[in-house]
C-alpha cells in the first residue's frame, strides 16, 4: 500500500485564490513527520512546511498552512493567494518513527500546480 | 552558507562507465541522503548516512555504493553504469532526527542530472 498519496496530479488555479493540494498518509507509528517540498521547473527542492505528529496546532509558514486531520490520516497544503511563482510541483512526504533506523522520507508522486492570470 | 551543494549538475555516462556524485554540506548535520528522482514516482532513497564513516540501504540501493569519510561529504558511486540509472540524483542532509522542525527537516541540494546512454 501506498504510505503517501497525492490523489491530483495537476490543478489549475486562479491567481490571488486560495488553494488545496490533497495529501493523505498511511502508518502505525505515533511519532512521525510531514512534510510539504516544492519543485520549480529550475528541479531544486525547496522545504515549505512541516508537521509534526504530536503538534497539536496546525503548521502555518507565510501563505503555506497545513490542514492536519490525524484521524483521517490527510495532510493538506493550503496555499493563500497564490502567486504566478508558485507554479511548480509539490510533493508531500512523510518521516517515520525516530533514532535507529534513519530519517528516511517516504514521498508522494507529487501535484504540478498552475497558476493562471 | 551553500547549504548542500552536489558536483557535476549534469553528466552523460556510456553503459558500463564508473562515476562518483559528491555532495557537501555546510550545516554540520549528522545524517545525510541520496535519492533519486524518476518521472512520476516521486524521490526514493537509495542509501543513508547517519553518521561519518555508517551507510545504510535504502529503498533501491542495487547499483549504487557509498561512503562517508567525512562528517560534512558523501559520495556516491555508480561502478557499472547502466541505462535504467538516468535520473536525477538528490543529496540530503539532516540533523539527527527528533521532534520539531529543524530537527527534523532534510534539506535538498540542487541535484544531479545523470544520462546513462
Known amino acids: 500500500a501506498q504510505k503517501i498519496t497525492q490523489t491530483q496530479p495537476g490543478m489549475f488555479v486562479q491567481e490571488k485564490e486560495a488553494v488545496t493540494l490533497d495529501c493523505t498518509y498511511d502508518?502505525?507509528?505515533?511519532?512521525?513527520?510531514l512534510f510539504w517540498y516544492k519543485q520549480p521547473s529550475s528541479g531544486e527542492m525547496i522545504f515549505l512546511i512541516y508537521?509534526?505528529?504530536?503538534?497539536?496546532q496546525n503548521a502555518t509558514e507565510g501563505r503555506y498552512s497545513l490542514n492536519f486531520q490525524k484521524a483521517r490520516k490527510s495532510a493538506n497544503l493550503v496555499i493563500s493567494a497564490s502567486q504566478l511563482g508558485d507554479s511548480a510541483m509539490y510533493f508531500c512526504?512523510?518521516?517515520?518513527?525516530?533514532?535507529?533506523?534513519?530519517?528516511?522520507?517516504?514521498f508522494g508522486t507529487g501535484t504540478q500546480l498552475k497558476v493562471e492570470l | 552558507n551553500a547549504g548542500v551543494t552536489q558536483t557535476p549538475k549534469f553528466r552523460v555516462l556510456k553503459t558500463g562507465q564508473s562515476m562518483t556524485l559528491l555532495c557537501a554540506q555546510d550545516?554540520?548535520?549528522?545524517?545525510m541522503y541520496w535519492y533519486r528522482q524518476d518521472p512520476g514516482m516521486g524521490l526514493r532513497l537509495i542509501h543513508y548516512?547517519?553518521?561519518?564513516?555508517?551507510?545504510a540501504k535504502g529503498e533501491v540501493p542495487d547499483g549504487y555504493n557509498v561512503s562517508r569519510l567525512k562528517k560534512q561529504n558523501f559520495l556516491l558511486g555508480l561502478e557499472s553504469a547502466a541505462p535504467s540509472q538516468t535520473s536525477v540524483y538528490f543529496c540530503?542532509?539532516?540533523?539527527?532526527?527528533?521532534?520539531?522542525?529543524?530537527?527534523?527537516?532534510?534539506?535538498f541540494g540542487p541535484g544531479t542530472r545523470l544520462t546513462v546512454l
Open positions: 508537521q509534526g505528529s504530536y503538534d497539536e
Open positions: 512526504a512523510m518521516r517515520e518513527g525516530t533514532t535507529g533506523g534513519g530519517n528516511k522520507l517516504t
Open positions: 550545516m554540520n548535520h549528522e545524517y
Open positions: 540530503a542532509s539532516s540533523y539527527l532526527p527528533s521532534r520539531g522542525r529543524v530537527a527534523d527537516t532534510q534539506y
Open positions: 502508518t502505525s507509528d505515533q511519532s512521525y513527520g
Open positions: 548516512s547517519v553518521g561519518e564513516g555508517t551507510t
